[in-house]
Structures are given as structure tokens and as C-alpha cells.
């Protein structure tokens, strides 16, 4: 039986640092506020950077790490809503940029912060029926272009950055065990994007193209998502709180990883976040906070893995890997 192996990551984030005390110069807000009711300190903010320069940095990295070349893979799946061009997709500009060969397959996929797992699960499937034999999947986001930077309830909470993750079909129990998405269009307000530009001549009446988000109802439609995935995933697979060695959840708000955490009752140990460094990085949170992991050396051959997100549409996702 194939199964996807992650035999490499890799991720990037902008130089530029936006602390919280910053921000305080910015909008009404303090230090104080944003670290309690989030648990982020600072984000990276991306200064003239693309969401294909900063995919292709995390992607090269990853193929360094998987001890491969672009000319071995397959299929390319980019999880992002920041892409720089309506068209062509982020996936093909890597391709072009990393010299992965022409006929492969390179797309993206919409589904905001839950679009690395959305791309993991779409790779997940062509590795297993043998429609590739190599895949990059991407998370990117630069969601600083689609911030109102005088709304002080969103734009204290999200920062820039990508990550990537090399998959390679293979025999064995090492992989992904478990894969599952989700979404419910019928709340697709309560956290969105308009793409219209305000310039139209012929569309009168567009909206700034802000984010625009209801962060209660989102935080509890998080809490409830999260933790229906996780069991979802576990029933698939069998496995019980204990055999999970570590839980990688979409890094949005400290509070809604601890109620992930508690339901599972793990220790604070087994649990990676990374927020208060970069705060939320939508698409890219997970696979950025994989690659630290994977480097810290907190993910040792044959762990059990579990990642969880839910973002925009609304979507939510998890995935269980034994490593
Ligand atoms: O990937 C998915 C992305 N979205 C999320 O994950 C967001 C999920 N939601 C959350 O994380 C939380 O709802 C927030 C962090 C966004 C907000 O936390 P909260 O505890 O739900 O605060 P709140 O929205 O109920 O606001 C409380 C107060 C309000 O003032 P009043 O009405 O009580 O006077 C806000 O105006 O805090 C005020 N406020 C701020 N104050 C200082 C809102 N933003 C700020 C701010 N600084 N940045």
C-alpha cells in the first residue's frame, strides 16, 4: 500500500519584525491587550516580497531537505488566497522559478488559513492512486496586502510567511495516515475578503478590499471545528491522546490552541506554537511550524503527528502523520 512520507520541509518568513509595541504607535492598542486575548508578540511583515518569492524560498529549502531536485517532482499544490497575479496560479510561477519540469501538475487551492491541509490532502490522494510520484505542497500567505492597517481588531493579529513540504509515495507505515477537509459556505461572512477594485468604473459601490472579519462568532466556530476534526482523524486512525507525540494546530489564538489542547489533555509540551513570533500566517502557520519543528529535532522518526486548522469559506482540516 503507497503511502504520502513527508521527506522534507522547509519555510521562510520576511526580515521585517512588527512587535506589538509598534502597533501601538499604529492603532489604539497595547502590548497588553494583544498578548493576553491572542498570546502574539510580534509578526514578520513582507516589504516588497511576493507570495510566489517567499512559496519558492520555503520550497527550495524543503527540496534541500528532502535531498531532491525540482526536476523530480510531480505536482505542485500552493495553499493560498494572496496570490500576486489572478492568474497564473502561485503553483505554475514556482514552477517556472524552481525549474520543475513543464508537464507537470502546479495549481493552487482556495481555502484560506486551512489551505496547506486542504493542498496536503489534494497531494495526499495522487500520490496514493500513483498520479505522482513526487509532490511540493505549499502554504503562503501575505495577508498584510489584504489588512485594513487602521482596523485595530484584525490587523494586530496576522503576519507573513510561507512554508513547504516535500511528499514522496511510498511502501510502508511512515506517512500520512489520515487526511480530512471541510467547509460551510453558509458562513463564509463571518470572515472574507472582497476581490473587487474600488477603481471599477462600471461596478459602483465596491467595497474597500479589506478583511473583514467577526472574530467572536469565529473563535467559537474555531473551537468547535477544531475539535471535531481532531476526533475525526483519531477514529480514522485508531489512535488514542496518548500515542500523539505532537499537535501542530493552525496558529491563530493561543486561547483556541489550549482548548484544542485540553480536549485532548496533552501536556503543553506536546503542543508546537510558534504565534507570538509570527502571529497568524494563515496558510502558511502550519507548514512553518512543522519545518521549526522538524529543526528544534522535536519530530523523531515514526512519531505520531496531528495537524489541525480551520480559516475562511469556513473551512477546517486536520491530518494525522506518522513520521
Ligand atoms: O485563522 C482564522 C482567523 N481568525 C481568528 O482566529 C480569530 C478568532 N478570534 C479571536 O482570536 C478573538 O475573537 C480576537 C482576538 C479577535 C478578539 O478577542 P476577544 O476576546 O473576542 O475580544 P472582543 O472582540 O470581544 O473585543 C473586546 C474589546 C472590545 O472593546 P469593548 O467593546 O469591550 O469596549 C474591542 O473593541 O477589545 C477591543 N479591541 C481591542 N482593544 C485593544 C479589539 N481589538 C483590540 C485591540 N487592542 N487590538
Redesign the pocket.
Known sequence: MLRSRIIGTGSYVPEKVLTNRDLEGM????DE??ST??GIRERRISAGETASGMAARAAKAALKAAGLSAKDIDLVVVGTVTAEMAFPSVACLIQAELGIKAGAAAFDVSAA?SGFLYALDIADRYLRSGGAGKALVIGVDKFSNLIDWKD??TC??FGDGAGAAVLSAEKGSRGVLSCRIHSDGRHWDT?YCRASRPDNPFEKGNEQPYLV?N??E??KI?VRTMGQAIKEVMEDTGLKPEDISLLIP?Q??MR?INAARERLKLPEERVYTNLDRYG?T?AASIPIALDEAVRDGKVKDNDIILFVA??GGLTWASAAVRW
Open positions: 492603532v489604539e492598542t497595547s491587550w494583544i486575548r491572542t488559513c485595530r481588531s494586530v493579529l470572515l472579519m472574530g467572536n469565529t473563535f474555531a493552525h491563530a489564538n483556541i497568524n494563515s480551520f480559516g
